[in-house]
């Protein structure tokens, strides 16, 4: 896993809409970063900014409440370019306190990029919002930095993103559809290196990217993500079914939330110091709760030869409330959390011997838990 140069992957599916015809009331895109950045206080996990630019087939979805009403759907010009109705949506956590939101605004979304008459490179390419402040993300044309700029009443960021290695630093596609029109594509960066600006000072971490279509009512999930410093990389995905599925608020916890039954499971290991990637289709995510509603996470990943147990508490919440109408005058409903972690446990178990906690410094991660079903 050596050290990367460039962006490597189809980057080009950054800028492309529509791979599956959309779906009326499902389809949803969406553009998506995750900042985890160094703490000069030494907060274990860090500060971390999450934003996205996003848009939705659906005349009115109630974002946290706010009416937002799209209008149409995504318009293309003759060389590529993207216009659609849309919403920019981010938080905060300084490593003290969250700020949520720190956008919520609706707007025009552009997508230019290469080869387009109005973008003059070869390669790369943008996506902004046409807003007062600016709301943007792009690669440049060389393929080895991508930007991010927001200008905020809580400050300005103005963040780089270099490639890491290999593995994290490809862009990884994937697509699947079934059937009914019904699917979801994804591309996505598992990592990149940090550097930056907030109001002037400087910044340094990680990032993540992912840039999402889904079609299709989903059910809840649990996903997490943690960057080691060494450049390795760890994940899970367990959609699930459980007695949440009809939930229609967002109170933190809730006592039916006692178990869920896996729809699929999931795990990857980017090892730098083993010098390979691991899949895991046995994943097993369990929750402890503290006083203040926050979970903690445990998390068991085994595929034969590795076996991953890791223990990340939350240290703060944000979260996305979606109310959707529905069919007979009914709403359906979506919490969607995300949870700056604090990596108190990790266990590697290979062919090699032991790893643990301590064999690693600075560890940032991000976990996911939903409950609700929109349609």
Not at 82 to 92: E, K, Q, T
Not at 270 to 297: A, M
Request: with cysteine.
């Amino acid at each position: 896993m050596s050290e990367s140069q460039k962006f490597t992957g189809d980057l080009s599916s950054l800028w492309k809409l529509q791979n599956l015809p959309p779906i009326h009331h499902l389809t949803w895109d969406w553009w998506w970063w995750l900042v985890m950045l160094d703490d000069e206080g030494g907060n274990p996990a860090g500060k971390q900014l999450m934003v996205l630019w996003s848009t939705k087939d659906n005349p009115l979805v109630e974002v946290n409440g706010h009416p937002w009403k799209p209008v149409g759907r995504p318009g293309f010009d003759e060389d590529g370019g993207i216009a659609m109705d849309g919403m920019v949506a981010a938080w905060w956590y300084d490593g003290h306190k969250l700020i949520e939101p720190l956008i919520l605004e609706e707007s025009r979304i552009i997508v230019v990029s290469e080869e387009h008459s109005d973008w003059p490179y070869q390669k790369g390419g943008i996506v902004a919002s046409h807003t007062e402040n600016e709301y943007s993300m792009g690669l440049n044309p060389e393929e080895n930095e991508f930007w991010l700029k927001l200008e905020t009443e809580h400050g300005d960021f103005n963040l780089k993103m270099q490639p890491w290695n290999d593995a994290m630093s490809s862009m990884k596609v994937a697509q699947a559809e079934y059937g009914l029109g019904m699917g979801y594509g994804i591309s996505r960066l598992h990592g990149a290196l940090c550097t930056g600006e907030i109001d002037g000072k400087e910044v340094e971490g990680s990032a993540y990217f992912q840039k999402v279509c889904v079609q299709a009512p989903s059910p809840p999930w649990f996903w997490g993500m943690l960057h080691l410093d060494d450049g390795s990389y760890i994940d899970w995905f367990l959609p699930h079914l459980s007695p949440t599925l009809t939930a229609k608020d967002s109170r933190h916890w809730k006592k039916r939330d006692i178990t869920h039954y896996p729809l699929s499971m999931g795990g990857l290991f980017h090892d730098v110091n083993r010098q390979r990637s691991e899949r895991f289709s046995e994943v097993r995510v369990e929750r402890t709760c503290n006083e203040h509603g926050l979970p903690t996470f445990h998390v068991h990943m085994w595929n034969g030869v590795t076996e991953i147990r890791i223990e990340a508490k939350a240290v703060t919440r944000a979260h996305w409330t979606f109310d959707q109408p529905t069919r007979g005058g009914m709403k359906s409903h979506l919490t969607y959390n995300e949870y700056p972690l604090e990596v108190t446990k990790l266990e590697i178990d290979d062919e090699q011997g032991i790893r643990t906690r301590k064999d690693w410094g600075t560890i940032r991660g991000n976990a996911e838990h939903s409950w609700g079903l929109l349609h």
